[in-house]
């Protein structure tokens, strides 16, 4: 949902009036001229990730739930892109990779909803040979396979409409054709560090752009952004966003950051192993009701904490780490009204396909 949020108002930043500097182009131009290069012997990829203080032991090797974001390269108008697979599209796209290795696509599912209705009217058949009344309304051998037979021709029409969409390619055209608009509109600020890192500093203002959906609880507006590109590498290092949230006839200022660390080579690829993302003021002056079920919370804490010595090891470990992230969150919702989500990569892999649920792969090595 983070990242999604971070592409929407980006792509409000693209949509804001011309004005930006050849210098600012040049930046742009040039890390998008590197990342094609570190792409070329690049399909697609996984990014198996999990968020700081959820630890499931058991899960996997490393202790972590990890969630897969799979992105696959697509050829939009002549240039490469990549496309984050959304998680409608990502479980066809599993289902056809295969748990064992077989290739399921929508004739599979198709015939085998043929296949019971063609058994469905075999029973129908047999039971009126042999005279067993067919009382309306009961859920006879027949009717039960036609009724899964109707499952299975829905499942079928759900991939093909997947496929038609291309895994990921609205999601990666979308991404290219922000990119070259941010590099059309933001203007160079100059350079500075971030993270002991030298970067360019480029800056859009007087965007006044909503980017919230129209059916949204809240409505959002960016006001200005800025975007830290490093100076020797060409990645993204930093972003902020701010901007006015109005909800229930109030307006608040907010400011949304995102932190990217912590970068690693996998194989061709350069990419960030750490990011935090932060927002703040979204809570305002907190409302009376919601702070009585932060102190109710903060109770329950308690009393789980009072429980931690009768539990087993490796439970005690997992629920501690759970309580000091809780801990934390509460103090900043209690602070000035923002809070922080930290993700952390386990591990990246380059070209094998979609992964299968819970599946565990060696993958790529950082070096």
Known sequence: MLNSLTMTVVGAIAMAPSGG????????????????ARWETIDNYTV???????????????????????????????????????GNEYMVAVGQAGDNGEFVNADAFAAAADANVMT???????????GMPMLPGMDYPGQMMRDNAMFLDASADVIREAEAGDFGRANAAETLATAAEMARTMRLVGREKVDGREAFHLRAEGLDRVVSKPDDDQRFTLRSASVWIDAEEYVTLRMSMEGDVEADGEKRSVTIERLLQDYKSVGPLYESHRQVMRMSGLMGDMDPKDREKLEEAAKQ??????????????ARGMIERQIESARSQMAM???????????????????TGPPPPGTLHQGSTPR
């Not at 058991?58 to 697979?85: C, N, W």
Request: hydrophobic content about 40%.
């Open 120 to 130: 469905g009217d075999a029973f129908d058949a047999e039971m009126a040979k042999s």
């Open 333 to 351: 919702l209690t602070g000035d009204g923002g809070f922080e989500l930290v993700s952390q990569v386990l591990r990246i892999e380059i070209n």
């Open 48 to 86: 198996f990730q999990k968020m700081e203080g959820i630890e499931v032991p058991g899960v996997s090797e490393s202790g972590a739930l990890e969630v897969p974001t799979h992105y696959q390269k697509h050829d939009i108008d002549g240039r490469p892109a990549f496309g984050m697979v959304p």
């Open 301 to 314: 804490m308690e009393e789980l904490e009072s429980q931690l010595d009768q539990m087993p090891a490796a």
């Open 21 to 36: 500097q050849q210098s600012a182009q040049e930046v742009f131009e040039t890390m998008r001229a590197r990342e094609v």
